[in-house]
C-alpha cells in the first residue's frame, strides 16, 4: 500500500437527474404541470452534471468587479462578471426561470417555473437573484399600461442579452428593485430618495439605495417620495433615446454568501424615472413585486435544502465507519431520514405556494406565502448546517460545494423582509384580510386528526400580541406543511413529521425521530438517482 492510496472516499455527485425527486415531481403533476415534466428532467441532467458545478464555483470564486470609469475618465457605472455567471444566466432565461412563465397560457405555467427554479438553484444560487426579480416584477409594472406594453415582451423573453444597450434593441430585458436605504432598511416610508416631475412624462430622482442588487439589470422598480407620499418609479439603465440615465454605483457589498451577484449602492441625481401605479400608493404597487420575490425566497431555500441533503446521502451511502457504511448505521439513519423529511416538507409547500399563484388564490396565498417564506427560510440554514456534518471534515472544505451553500442559506431569511418582517405581516393580513384564514383554514381542516387538533392551538394563539407573531407563522407554515404531506406524501413520512414538528416529541436537533419511524425508507426515496 503506497502513502496515497486513496480509498473510503465517495465518488463525486455528477451524472445525476437533480430533478428525479420524487416530492417534487408529483407537485408538479398536482398542481398542474404534468406537461412540463420531460423538460424538467432534461434540466435536471444538466445540472447533475460536472461542467455546471464548475461555472458555480467559478462564478463565485471570481467575484463581479465594479468598473465605475473608462479609460478617458467618463463614468460608466457597471459591473463585469466571470464568463460562468454569463453561462448560468443564459441556462436560466433560456429554459424559462425568469419572465416567460407570464406570456405561458398553459396551466400550470408558474408550478413549472417554479420547479425549474428548484432544479437549476441546486447548481448555483446567486444568478437566481436577478432571475427572480425579472419574474417578480412583471405583475407590478402592469400598473402602468405604457410602460408595461413597452418592456413586457422583452422582460418575457427566453434570450440572455448582457449589456447596457437601448433597451427596446436588445433581445431580452432584466429587471431589479431598490427600495431599501441606509437609514431605514425594511421600513421603506423612511425613503428620503425623493422624485419630481419633469413635464415630459417622466419623473426625476435624487436619493441613494442601500441594497440594489443585480445593477447590470436594465430596468428597476424604484421607490421614491413625492408630494403625495411614497410612490413607486420604473428606471432604466439605458433611456429609449440610448442615452445613460444617471445610475451612480457607490460600491459593492462584501457580502458573507451569494457573491457571484453582485449587490450595490447605486445613487440617483436628476435620474429619469416612470410613475408605476398611483402616486403615494408605492408601497401597494411594489407589494405585488414583493409577494412573488418572497414565493421564490420559499423556493430558493427549498432547493437549497434539497441540495445539501443530496450530498449528505450520498456522502453517507458511501462512506464506511467503523466497519459499516453510514447510511447503515442507526444514528446516521436518523439523521439523514429527519433531513429528507425537512427537505420533503419545504418541497411540497413550495409547489403549492406556486399552485396558487397559477390559479388565482389570492386569500390563500397572501397568508400562506408570508408564513411559509418566515418558516422555510428559517429551517434552510440549521438544516444546511446538519448535512455538512455529515460529511465531517470534507464537507467544511471548499471542494465539496457545502461551505458555499452554508453561507447562502440565510439570504433568503433576510430577502424581502427578514423573519420579524414576515410575521408580522403575518399578523397585519390576518386583521386587514380574515379571508386569508379562512382559506388556509379550509386547507387544513379535516385531513387528520393531529392536524385538526393542532389548529385548535393555533386559533388559541391567534391575537394582536407583537410578541407572539413568531409563534403564529410558525405553526400556520407546520401545520400546512403537515397538511400537505398527509394527504400527499408516503405515510412514513407524514407520520415522522406530524410525530415530531406538529405534536413536538422530537429533540433539539436533528437526529432525534422518535422510535419506530421507518427512516430506511425515507432516505430510500430522497437519495439522488
Known amino acids: 500500500m503506497t502513502t496515497h492510496e486513496v480509498f473510503n472516499q465517495p465518488p463525486p455527485l455528477v451524472d445525476y437527474d437533480v430533478s428525479a425527486d420524487a416530492a417534487l415531481l408529483a407537485g408538479v403533476a398536482r398542481e398542474g404541470a404534468p406537461w412540463a415534466v420531460g423538460d424538467l428532467h432534461r434540466l435536471g441532467k444538466l445540472a447533475g452534471t460536472a461542467e455546471?458545478?464548475?461555472?458555480?464555483?467559478?462564478?463565485?470564486?471570481?467575484?463581479?468587479?465594479?468598473?465605475?470609469?473608462?479609460?478617458?475618465?467618463h463614468r460608466v457605472d457597471e459591473v463585469?462578471?466571470?464568463?460562468?455567471?454569463?453561462?448560468?444566466?443564459?441556462?436560466?432565461?433560456?429554459?424559462?426561470?425568469?419572465?416567460?412563465?407570464?406570456?405561458?397560457?398553459r396551466a400550470g405555467a408558474h408550478v413549472a417555473r417554479a420547479a425549474g427554479l428548484f432544479v437549476w438553484s441546486q447548481v448555483e444560487a446567486g444568478h437566481s437573484c436577478p432571475i427572480s426579480m425579472t419574474y417578480a416584477v412583471i405583475p407590478a409594472l402592469r400598473n402602468n399600461p405604457d410602460v408595461s406594453e413597452m418592456y413586457e415582451p422583452l422582460l418575457t423573453s427566453r434570450a440572455y442579452d448582457?449589456?447596457?444597450?437601448?433597451?427596446?434593441?436588445?433581445?431580452?430585458?432584466?429587471?431589479?428593485m431598490g427600495m431599501t436605504e441606509k437609514q431605514g432598511g425594511s421600513d421603506v416610508r423612511a425613503n428620503t430618495t425623493r422624485a419630481?416631475?419633469?413635464?415630459?412624462?417622466?419623473?426625476?430622482?435624487?436619493?441613494?439605495?442601500?441594497?440594489?442588487?443585480?445593477?447590470?439589470?436594465?430596468?428597476?422598480?424604484?421607490?421614491?417620495?413625492?408630494?403625495s407620499g411614497l410612490s413607486c418609479f420604473m428606471v432604466p439603465r439605458v433611456l429609449p433615446g440610448g442615452e445613460r440615465n444617471t445610475f451612480r454605483i457607490q460600491r459593492l457589498k462584501d457580502k458573507l454568501?451569494?457573491?457571484?451577484?453582485?449587490?450595490?449602492?447605486?445613487?440617483?441625481?436628476?435620474?429619469?424615472?416612470?410613475?408605476?401605479?398611483?402616486?403615494?400608493?408605492?408601497?401597494?404597487?411594489?407589494?405585488?413585486?414583493?409577494?412573488?420575490?418572497?414565493?421564490?425566497?420559499?423556493?430558493?431555500?427549498?432547493?437549497?435544502?434539497?441540495?445539501?441533503?443530496?450530498?449528505a446521502v450520498h456522502h453517507a451511502r458511501h462512506r464506511m465507519a467503523f466497519g459499516r457504511l453510514l447510511a447503515?448505521?442507526?444514528?446516521?439513519?436518523?439523521?439523514?431520514?429527519?433531513?429528507?423529511?425537512?427537505?420533503?416538507?419545504?418541497?411540497?409547500?413550495?409547489?403549492?405556494?406556486?399552485?396558487?399563484?397559477?390559479?388565482?388564490?389570492h386569500a390563500f396565498r397572501r397568508l400562506a406565502i408570508a408564513a411559509g417564506k418566515f418558516w422555510v427560510c428559517k429551517r434552510q440554514p440549521i438544516m444546511v448546517a446538519e448535512a455538512l456534518e455529515c460529511?465531517?471534515?470534507?464537507?467544511?472544505?471548499?471542494?465539496?460545494?457545502?461551505?458555499?451553500?452554508?453561507?447562502?442559506?440565510?439570504l433568503n431569511s433576510i430577502w424581502e423582509g427578514s423573519g420579524n418582517v414576515q410575521a408580522l405581516d403575518v399578523l397585519r393580513t390576518l386583521r386587514r384580510e380574515p379571508d386569508s384564514l379562512d382559506a388556509l383554514l379550509a386547507e387544513v381542516s379535516g385531513v387528520d386528526p393531529r392536524i385538526d387538533e393542532a389548529v385548535t392551538g393555533l386559533t388559541k394563539l391567534i391575537g394582536d400580541d407583537e410578541g407572539q407573531a413568531r409563534r403564529i407563522a410558525e405553526r400556520m407554515a407546520v401545520i400546512l406543511q403537515a397538511s400537505l404531506l398527509v394527504r400527499h406524501s408516503p405515510a412514513e413520512?407524514?407520520?415522522?413529521?406530524?410525530?415530531?414538528?406538529?405534536?413536538?416529541?422530537?429533540?433539539h436537533t436533528f437526529g432525534t425521530l422518535p422510535p419506530g419511524v421507518d427512516t430506511a425508507a425515507i432516505i430510500e426515496r430522497a437519495a439522488p438517482a
Not at 208 to 226: E, G, I
Request: charged content about 25%; hydrophobic content about 40%; glycine content about 12%.
Open 257 to 311: 454568501g451569494n457573491r457571484s451577484n453582485a449587490s450595490s449602492e447605486p445613487e440617483f441625481e436628476d435620474t429619469a424615472g416612470w410613475l408605476v401605479g398611483e402616486e403615494g400608493r408605492g408601497v401597494r404597487t411594489i407589494i405585488e413585486m414583493v409577494a412573488m420575490t418572497r414565493l421564490d425566497c420559499v423556493t430558493g431555500s427549498a432547493s437549497g435544502m434539497r441540495a445539501a441533503l443530496n450530498q
Open 391 to 410: 460529511l465531517g471534515g470534507n464537507g467544511y472544505v471548499e471542494e465539496s460545494g457545502l461551505p458555499r451553500l452554508y453561507r447562502d442559506a440565510p
Open 52 to 73: 455546471p458545478q464548475r461555472w458555480a464555483d467559478e462564478a463565485n470564486r471570481f467575484e463581479p468587479r465594479l468598473i465605475t470609469h473608462d479609460r478617458y475618465g
Open 162 to 176: 448582457p449589456g447596457l444597450r437601448t433597451p427596446t434593441t436588445k433581445r431580452g430585458l432584466l429587471a431589479g
Open 80 to 105: 463585469e462578471f466571470h464568463p460562468s455567471w454569463h453561462r448560468l444566466m443564459t441556462v436560466a432565461v433560456g429554459e424559462g426561470l425568469a419572465g416567460s412563465a407570464w406570456a405561458d397560457t
Open 493 to 507: 413520512v407524514a407520520d415522522a413529521f406530524c410525530a415530531t414538528r406538529l405534536a413536538g416529541d422530537w429533540g
Open 196 to 227: 419630481v416631475e419633469a413635464g415630459d412624462g417622466t419623473w426625476r430622482l435624487t436619493g441613494h439605495k442601500w441594497f440594489t442588487s443585480a445593477p447590470m439589470c436594465d430596468l428597476f422598480l424604484v421607490l421614491a417620495q413625492t408630494e
Open 328 to 361: 447503515d448505521q442507526p444514528a446516521m439513519r436518523n439523521v439523514l431520514a429527519d433531513l429528507a423529511v425537512e427537505s420533503e416538507a419545504a418541497t411540497v409547500l413550495a409547489m403549492r405556494l406556486a399552485g396558487a399563484v397559477d390559479r388565482g388564490e
